[in-house]
Structure formats: structure tokens, C-alpha cells
């Protein structure tokens, strides 16, 4: 069994394998098309305008019956003209954003090669950090509680995808072959900042490792989802200080609860759920950590209110009906 992989990863393939187990989109796949069909007819025809779309079972057309306009139901969104089923999509997404899988692994469970998954999964991360406000409005308004704002350092591989700045040998990695880790300087790295009410997880980022003028951001959009804010508990950090909001904090250098019971407890147990599932990538450029970063705080938010599959599809879709 290799030994460069997470041992769960090698398990579920060696159990595909043996056909013990087998993933069907089928269900999720007829799920995704009562929704759209759903937002569809309830749209009017963007061509002249009627008040109500046809979308009828068995058939995959939407179609206007004043002026025979016709679209997909799928158009729009990232389930439209892909070699992927919508169910195929959302298995995968759901193992990459939920699990310590590879892209690689996930791959080799649902037998599309590595590219067309990862251009997928990030067609579909992209639509899901965009929607995840809409949705995020309909399931949930009983947030409460102070929020806990937190950061933490993540180093970057800076240049992925990219000439690296200088010889391999000088980038901190292995003189062996195969990938090796760029831990880089100071620029290289980003901060990330996460604002925590109730189940409510926001996850933010900023270039480098000087976030004094980087927190507001976060905090401006935990606001806008948690109406209202209500208080804010950080540590002691200098750049917390000067904060306009009711804000109170803790010294960690005297304990992680203060006399008033103030703590960032739900933010720091962020941090060490998503540390690990940062590592899976080995690496991630400036942009794709961030996007990864923010992508896992919404998963989670989703997770902590039990919300059902097909809130999770809003959320990739719901854009794209605006």
C-alpha cells in the first residue's frame, strides 16, 4: 500500500475496486434538475418577456410558449455542456471540500481524468463562494452570540503554475527529485483571518503577514451575513485595537478565557480543522488558497446548520439566475 497517501484515499480506491462500493449520481443528478426547473418556470422569458418559463419532466428544454425561445436547464450554471453529470459534480465537490481527498483520489473514484475534475471543481467553487450569501439568507436567521474574529499565517507556493524566482535548490525544498514544499519569505506567505458567530465561519486573506489594515473586510462581511454583528471577542493583538465595534479581548499570554469569559475558541477550532485540509494540496498559489480558504469556511457554516443537499446546489446555481 503506498505510503504517500492519505491511507483513507487508498482504502475507498482499493474498494471501488472491488466494486464493494459504487457512487450514483442518479439520485442527486434528478435532485439538481427539479431545482433548476424549478427557479426556470418560475422566471420570466428573458426574450419578450412572459411571466412563466415551460419546464416539463422528461425533457431538458426550457422554452418560452409566447415567442418559442429555448435554453437547457442547465445553461448558466457550471453543470452546462460538461462531460460530468450534475450528480458526478456534486460527489465530487462534496469528497474535495469535506474530506482529506485529493483531486487525484477523487478522480480515480468517479474515472474522469484529473483535468476535467479540477477545471470542474473550480468552476464549482467559484460558484458557490458567489451564491453562498443569497443562500445563506434563506437558511438561516437565528445567528447570535458575540463573533470571534482570529488569524493565522499559511505559507503559499507563490509561484505555482509560474517560472519559480530562483533555482530550485535555493527555494528551502529537497535536492531529490519529485514536488517539494516552497516555504519562501516573508512575501510569501498570506494571512487568513476568520470571523466566527454562532455557526456562521467567514475566512478571509490578505497578501503577506502586515494585517493591520487587512481586518475589516472579514468583519464588514460576517456583518452583512449575521445582521446584526452584535459584540466582538479577539485576542490582544495590537491591530484589533482601535476597532469602531463593541469589541472586547482576551490576552492569550494570560489564558484563553479572560475573567468575562471572553475566548476565540470557535475560531481557533477552525484553524485546526482546516489546517489539515489545506495540506492535502501541498502547496496552493496566493489565489487558490485563498479561494480554498474561503470555499471550507462556507462548507462549514452549511454543515454546522444541517442544511440539506440541495442547499449546497443553490448555491453552486443561484447566481446564475440573478
Excluded at 476565540?264 to 479561494?291: D, M, V, Y
Excluded at 480558504?293 to 462556507?298: D, K
Aim: include cysteine; aromatic fraction near 10%.
Amino acid at each position: 500500500m503506498c505510503t504517500d497517501r492519505p491511507a483513507l484515499g487508498e482504502m475507498l480506491e482499493y474498494l471501488v475496486t472491488l466494486g464493494a462500493i459504487e457512487f450514483r449520481p442518479e439520485p442527486l443528478d434528478a435532485i439538481v434538475e427539479r431545482r433548476l426547473k424549478a427557479i426556470w418556470a418560475a422566471r420570466s422569458c428573458p426574450n419578450c418577456g412572459e411571466d412563466t418559463l415551460q419546464a416539463l419532466d422528461g425533457s431538458d428544454r426550457i422554452w418560452c410558449g409566447r415567442c418559442d425561445w429555448k435554453t437547457t436547464y442547465t445553461r448558466g450554471t457550471p453543470f452546462y455542456d460538461s462531460e460530468l453529470a450534475p450528480g458526478e459534480f456534486l460527489i465530487a465537490f462534496i469528497l474535495y471540500a469535506d474530506t482529506l481527498l485529493s483531486i487525484n483520489q477523487i478522480a480515480f473514484l468517479l474515472s474522469p481524468s484529473y483535468k476535467t475534475l479540477y477545471d470542474r471543481i473550480k468552476e464549482t467553487e467559484t460558484a458557490f463562494v458567489r451564491g453562498f450569501p443569497t443562500v445563506w439568507e434563506r437558511i438561516s436567521q437565528t445567528v447570535g452570540g458575540p463573533t470571534q474574529v482570529d488569524e493565522t499565517q499559511q505559507v503559499c507556493s507563490g509561484f505555482k503554475g509560474k517560472e519559480p524566482p530562483r533555482e530550485g535548490l535555493n527555494r528551502g525544498g529537497s535536492p531529490e527529485g519529485g514536488r517539494t514544499r516552497w516555504t519562501g519569505e516573508q512575501g510569501d506567505e498570506v494571512t487568513l483571518v476568520a470571523a466566527c458567530r454562532d455557526v456562521l465561519r467567514v475566512v478571509s486573506a490578505a497578501e503577506g503577514t502586515d494585517y493591520e489594515d487587512d481586518l475589516a473586510p472579514v468583519i464588514e462581511q460576517a456583518a452583512d451575513l449575521s445582521q446584526p454583528l452584535g459584540e466582538v471577542w479577539t485576542d490582544g493583538l495590537p491591530a484589533y485595537q482601535g476597532m469602531e465595534h463593541d469589541h472586547r479581548y482576551v490576552v492569550h499570554d494570560d489564558g484563553y478565557v479572560s475573567d468575562q469569559g471572553v475566548h476565540t475558541n470557535q475560531a481557533e477550532c477552525l484553524w485546526s480543522l482546516l489546517q489539515p485540509w489545506l495540506a492535502k494540496f501541498r502547496g496552493l498559489s496566493k489565489q487558490g488558497l485563498e479561494q480554498a480558504a474561503r470555499t471550507y469556511g462556507f462548507l462549514r457554516s452549511l454543515n454546522l446548520t444541517r442544511a440539506p443537499v440541495h442547499a449546497l446546489i443553490d448555491c453552486v446555481v443561484v447566481n446564475a439566475f440573478r
